[in-house]
């Protein structure tokens, strides 16, 4: 009976052992990255111009609710909803302005939007003094590492927020060094914009939600949350989410700022940041033009290629970033009800710059192409020409003289002066530079 028992018992733990090896075999094989174009199974995209119930979109009012419906499936989705309600006026608050900053070239402000008296987001503005009294055309974007990381200037305040590791004072502070200033400078190439006539405002996305997973507690998601509530529901925004909400209240305060032309913001963001970018712009229609900067899965990449980072990836990695209904669809591309071709046709009538890096497979150049490409139907509605090239183009050869326009540089999954020199180089087009 006793050895009955211990067979029954070894039995039963080999079992479960099998079990957990072929759990984990799946698992692995979950994670399994594809470069192998050949390996795509055969997918078909949603059509932008048809209405959830099949009708087709024959007119720009009808691409008007054609957007609602769009924007609404990639809230519940994808991103999750943002909050409707809105949050009381933020005290705005001018902290320093230095007239002679980077050797005279810019003014440099410093503004501070209370989004809760725990949330202040700090806003860094340079200014080309070239402009004199006229508004400058701004490029905005959310930077990765606080606001001192994106130029060696010694009088950029440092973040207050939560850091990562590489711009913290040691790995368990997450408070941001003084080491840290200008760690990310290469990737914002502030001295071209102003020789050029722009100007650059930059938010620490840690302001809106520190970005690691400690249930939404840190980010300003709690702000909105009803009686009771203790996380995002399901279709309820995450990190990407709230990041996308800061660079719309940076819009309203420079909405306000007479040194700024408001009419000319074009939305900038690489890589996870790039997300929150198009998503923002998506919803956003105040940002004169959008740049998706390497964003990948979950940016301008199209999901069903199944090519480098997937949704499961995404989700397991960065289980914060989006709405928890999008974890239902990990390893399940064709149930989604929109692409990212859909999102970036969100963008339209909009000028809209992707972009992709050689060595950076993992976000998937041609995917980030590919969506580009479906996303131009929308833009011909409006009469406005799309990416039409049909070849995915060599390295380091700029496509799309119309509405969008797209290039693959050679190099790493990174921001360099090739890049902002190609998105001058669109801002001047059409924001009507002489
Ligand atoms: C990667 C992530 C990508 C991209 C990137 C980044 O680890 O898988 O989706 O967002 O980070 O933000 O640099």
Request: glycine share 8%; net charge neutral; charged share 20%.
């Amino acid at each position: 009976m006793k050895r009955l028992h211990s067979y029954l018992l070894k039995t039963c733990l080999l079992f479960m052992s099998l079990l957990s090896i072929s759990t984990n075999a799946l698992a692995q094989s979950a994670a399994e990255t594809i470069y192998d174009e050949a390996r795509i199974p055969a997918y078909q995209l949603p059509d932008p111009l048809r209405f959830n119930d099949a009708t087709p979109v024959k007119s720009v009012a009808d691409w008007t609710r054609r957007r609602t419906e769009l924007l609404r499936l990639f809230a519940e989705n994808v991103y999750g909803k943002t909050p409707d309600q809105k949050l009381p006026k933020p005290r705005v608050e001018v902290t320093s302005v230095e007239k002679l900053a980077l050797g005279g070239k810019a003014t440099r402000k410093e503004v501070t939007v209370w989004l809760s008296p725990q949330h202040p987001m700090r806003v860094l503005m340079y200014l080309p003094n070239s402009a004199g009294s006229k508004p400058a055309p701004v490029f905005l974007g959310l930077n990765f590492y606080g606001n001192q990381a994106t130029n060696a200037d010694p009088g950029i305040t440092m973040a207050t927020s939560w850091v990562p590791e590489q711009a913290a004072n040691s790995m368990s502070s997450h408070r941001a060094a003084e080491a840290s200033r200008g760690l990310d400078a290469h990737q914002w190439d502030v001295n071209a914009m102003l020789s050029r006539g722009y100007g650059l405002v930059t938010v620490y996305c840690g302001d809106l939600d520190p970005d690691f997973h400690d249930g939404y507690k840190n980010g300003i998601q709690p702000l909105f949350y009803k009686s009771g509530q203790t996380k995002p529901d399901s279709s309820e925004w995450g990190t990407v989410g709230a990041w996308a909400y800061g660079l719309s209240r940076a819009m309203d305060y420079l909405e306000t700022d007479p040194a700024v032309d408001a009419r000319q913001v074009a939305l900038f963001g690489h890589s996870r940041m790039g997300k929150a970018a198009l998503w923002a712009g998506a919803q956003d229609l105040r940002f004169a033009i959008v740049i998706s900067n390497e964003s990948g899965e979950g940016g301008a990449a199209l999901a069903r290629r199944r090519i480098g980072e997937r949704i499961v990836h995404l989700n397991s990695r960065f289980p914060h970033w989006f709405c928890d209904k999008f974890k239902t669809f990990n390893e399940r591309e064709d149930a989604l009800p929109v692409d990212q071709h859909e999102l970036l046709a969100l963008i339209a009538p909009r000028p809209l710059y992707v972009a992709s890096a050689e060595d950076d497979k993992w976000s998937d150049p041609k995917g980030e192409f590919m969506g580009a490409q479906a996303a131009s139907p929308v833009y011909a509605l409006f009469g406005l020409k799309g990416l039409t090239t049909t070849a995915f183009p060599a390295v380091n050869q700029p496509v799309g003289g119309g509405h969008i326009a797209y290039h693959i540089r050679t190099g790493k999954h990174d921001v360099t002066p090739y890049d902002w020199a190609r998105y001058l180089d669109f801002a001047d087009t059409h924001f009507k530079k002489k």
